[in-house]
């Protein structure tokens, strides 16, 4: 009788192969990805979300669209809390700024910067101190001396009004800390982000702000605005920019602040799904 053992072998061997499982491919979306942003239109976490998101069109790097949706309530904590509660979701992200850390500090909403799933830190962004491009002040020294005597002509008392970004957050914080150093007062004015921020400006409804540059840039380029020193210990190096003093240099005040711009997950947002954000994330930073 001849000898099957093996051909049988072989043959078993044949099927259970064709019976197990592809070595499963990597993960990537499968629906739209919602990018959720933690504060109002035009701002720069705004601006920063909605690039993203146009160069992951333009340049085809998800293979699912990203659906940018703003909820800036509560200094953020709408936006933090609606992701807290995706728990494990694979399909949305949120961009983070200070408020990340400063919401939940200063009004005890139930979240924390660790129920999130850290993904990305795609920069530090800088603030500048701003003024409306018509007002008599031509330095942050000449400005501050003015808001020290209380002159600021249109505002009740003379006192100087600053907007900023939400309540209780970065802008107001470098408010305070500016405040502190040169023994001055300003009424702070929030509103829901930097780009409503910075039209208030222009339309002299406040005195002065501290926008991020690219809240303010179109209209400082168009001659509405005047920037008068930097939050940073260093000057800004790009070409346009580098004429702009530090707050160190125009008012010998130590004052820096940099703001995270960074990308969680929800809670718990599995590997996989995180190691195709970083993936993505990095090819959008390539372009």
């Known amino acids: 009788m001849r000898n099957v053992t093996r051909p049988l072998a072989l043959l078993l061997a044949t099927v259970c ?16 990805i919602e990018f959720v942003i933690p504060a109002g ?18 340049h085809k790097l998800t293979p699912r669209p990203i659906i940018v949706v703003n909820k800036s309530g509560g200094a953020g904590a709408e936006g933090f809390l609606h992701v807290k509660a995706k728990k494990g979701d694979e399909h949305t992200i949120i961009i983070t700024l200070s408020n990340l850390f400063t919401t939940p500090l200063a009004t005890g909403t ?30 942050a020294k000449e400005y501050l001396a003015a808001v020290k005597a209380n002159q600021c002509k249109d ?8 907007a900023g970004t939400g309540s209780k957050q970065e802008d107001q914080i470098i408010t305070i800390l500016l405040e502190q150093s040169q023994g001055v007062k300003f009424t702070y004015v929030p509103f829901k982000g930097g780009g409503e921020v910075c039209v208030n400006l222009v339309g002299k409804h406040v005195d002065s702000t501290v926008n991020n540059p690219a ?13 008068l020193a930097v939050f940073d210990p260093e000057r800004i190096p790009d070409a346009d920019w580098k004429d702009i003093p530090t707050v160190k240099e125009a008012l010998g005040a130590d004052i820096t602040y940099n703001m995270l711009r ?3 997950g929800p809670p718990d947002m599995p590997k996989a799904a995180v190691d195709w954000y970083i993936g993505f994330l990095r090819k959008v930073s390539d372009t």
């Open 215 to 227: 809240e303010c840039v179109s209209h400082w380029r168009a001659g509405r605005v005047r920037p």
């Open 41 to 58: 239109t035009g701002g720069g976490a705004d601006q920063m979300a909605r690039l993203i998101a146009g160069l992951a069109e333009k």
């Open 155 to 162: 505002r009740q008392n003379g006192v100087c009004a600053m």
């Open 17 to 32: 192969l064709a019976l197990m499982p592809l070595t499963a491919e990597a993960w990537e979306p499968t629906k739209p």
């Open 262 to 264: 960074g990308i969680f």
């Open 110 to 139: 139930p979240f924390n910067w660790r129920d999130f799933t850290p993904v990305a830190r795609m920069a530090l962004d800088r603030f500048i101190l701003w003024v409306n491009a018509e007002a008599p002040y031509k330095t």
